[in-house]
């Protein structure tokens, strides 16, 4: 019986070493750390440069700011460059496809299969998803939004920050009708798109070596936390290798 117990236990662990890498790869933000050669972009430098350019980048001081939801309202669609400094930020659960992901993987079986345009972010173990989220301004008011993942944990760990050079993007019609009545409970204004800063030309050029960097996060992640609950659960039950 006793070793029936451990057994199921070391079953338990391998399966929290896998929940704990998926999440670390997943949430981990590589172009922060990869991409060191980011410059910090005026509202200059936006006047040089196509915006698909500059998306992404970090946002100088005289970037103009959406601070009320009448500036969101007023800023054009896929043409300003602005950004957002948000008070608090709100998960909907809901994610849509990146841009530089493709619309079809190749199945076990030969062809093509086609992935979910929309799906539940849980369910997006190698951050082929974005989510959307509501962002809280600083009069209060939320706006949807889709940004790095490493500024999402920077903003609920209660940190003060600037986000990338952004823009007014189209919002994804299946993913706003799930997300409809959270929209609704806190007055957010789907017809008005999304504010989106995600950097899609560095992440379409890097999705390889991303893929197998999260690969190996996740590995190495669910051999060291597998590990270290078995050795535990051995030393509890005193078992002898």
């Known amino acids: 019986m006793k070793a029936f117990f451990v057994k199921v236990l070391e079953f338990v662990a391998v399966i929290i070493g896998l929940i704990a890498g998926g999440f670390l790869s997943k949430n981990i933000g590589l172009e922060s750390i990869l991409n060191k050669e980011k410059k910090t972009v005026t509202l200059a430098i936006t006047e040089e440069h196509l915006i698909d350019d500059i998306i992404g980048m970090p946002a100088g001081n005289d970037i103009p700011r959406i601070e009320n939801s009448q500036t969101w309202t007023d800023t054009w669609w896929d043409v300003s460059c602005v950004t957002v400094e948000p008070t608090k930020i709100i998960s909907t659960g809901i994610a849509v496809r990146h841009p530089w992901v493709p619309a079809y993987r190749r199945s076990r079986r030969g062809g093509n299969r086609k992935r979910a345009d929309v799906t539940y972010a849980v369910f997006d173990a190698f951050d082929e998803y974005s989510e959307y989220y509501l962002l809280q301004l600083p009069d209060k008011s939320y706006i949807l939004a889709q940004i790095p993942v490493d500024y999402v944990w920077k903003i609920k760990l209660g940190q003060k920050v600037t986000l990338p050079i952004g823009k007014k993007?189209?919002?994804?019609?299946?993913?706003?009708?799930?997300?409809?009545?959270?929209?609704e409970k806190y007055n957010v204004d789907t017809e008005e798109g999304v504010f989106y800063c995600i950097n899609d030309q560095w992440n379409e050029e890097h999705r390889i070596l991303s893929q197998f960097i999260r690969l190996g996060i996740a590995f190495i992640t669910m051999l060291v936390v597998g590990t270290i609950i078995i050795t535990i659960v051995?030393?509890?039950?005193?078992?002898?290798?």
Not at 169 to 183: E, F, G, P, Y
């Open 234 to 241: 051995h030393k509890i039950f005193r078992v002898k290798d």
């Open 169 to 183: 993007h189209a919002a994804n019609s299946q993913a706003v009708n799930r997300i409809r009545d959270l929209c």
